[in-house]
T-cell receptor, first 114, second 115 residues
């Protein structure tokens, strides 16, 4: 079985300060891991993905995440927040076990203060 | 690349009527598409996996007669909410992948309001 835990349901940062959104996972198989962003009443946009290549993954809009197998973590970071980063962020684990299984975290709402 | 188009974006319907939502992969073929439901301020809940040319696989607790899924071609899956009721009001999102290692692309979602 696999699961995803997003440890921060709400995060508020000031513009220009770093962003950290935490994600821990559990999986009986080698997972693929993704971070998606969702703006209000919009679909999900892929920020970055880890699929067993480099453990430090760089995505769009200056975001990056590091896969740490020993800690079963895949935290999302950005050095300097922008107002446009305010949105909901989802950590997703994908495992193929004969059928594709996508597991979503509960989401992290990021607020960026001016 | 890997664009998924979902229509309509917004729909308001009367209670008892049916609503069809379309999900298209524009630049790739998708033998499998996924349908999700999202309640306000919550994460996505997988409703069903749509398989081209065969029956959809529904998640536990999802009424297959209520949420009809048709995946008649490699680029189109439809979700029909039959005899809609106010409790069916929600945000519905579809997803597909051009390949497992390439990630999943999501449609822009459909806001359904049943009055």
């Amino acid at each position: 079985a696999q699961s995803v835990t997003q440890l921060d349901s709400h995060v508020s940062v000031s513009e220009g300060t770093p962003v950290l959104l935490r994600c821990n996972y559990s999986s009986s198989y080698s997972p693929s891991l993704f971070w998606y962003v969702q703006h209000p009443n919009k679909g999900l946009q892929l920020l970055l993905k880890y699929t067993s290549a480099a453990t430090l993954v760089k995505g769009i809009n200056g975001f990056e995440a590091e896969f740490k197998k020993s800690e079963t973590s895949f935290h999302l970071t950005k050095p300097s927040a922008h107002m446009s980063d305010a949105a909901e962020y989802f950590c997703v684990v994908s495992v193929f076990t004969g059928r594709i299984a996508l597991n979503f975290g509960s989401g992290s709402r990021l607020q960026v203060q001016p | 690349g890997a664009v998924v188009s979902q229509h309509p974006s917004w729909v308001i319907c009367k209670s008892g009527t049916s609503v069809k939502i379309e999900c298209r992969s524009l630049d790739f073929q998708a033998t499998t598409m996924f349908w999700y439901r999202q309640f306000p301020k919550q994460s996505l809940m997988l409703m069903a996996t749509s398989n081209e040319g065969s029956k959809a696989t529904y998640e536990q607790g999802v009424e297959k007669d209520k949420f009809l899924i048709n995946h008649a071609s490699l680029t189109l899956s439809t979700l029909t909410v039959t005899s809609a009721h106010p409790e069916d009001s929600s945000f519905y999102i579809c997803s597909a992948s051009p390949g497992e290692s390439l990630g999943y692309t999501f449609g822009s979602g459909t806001r359904l309001t049943v009055v």
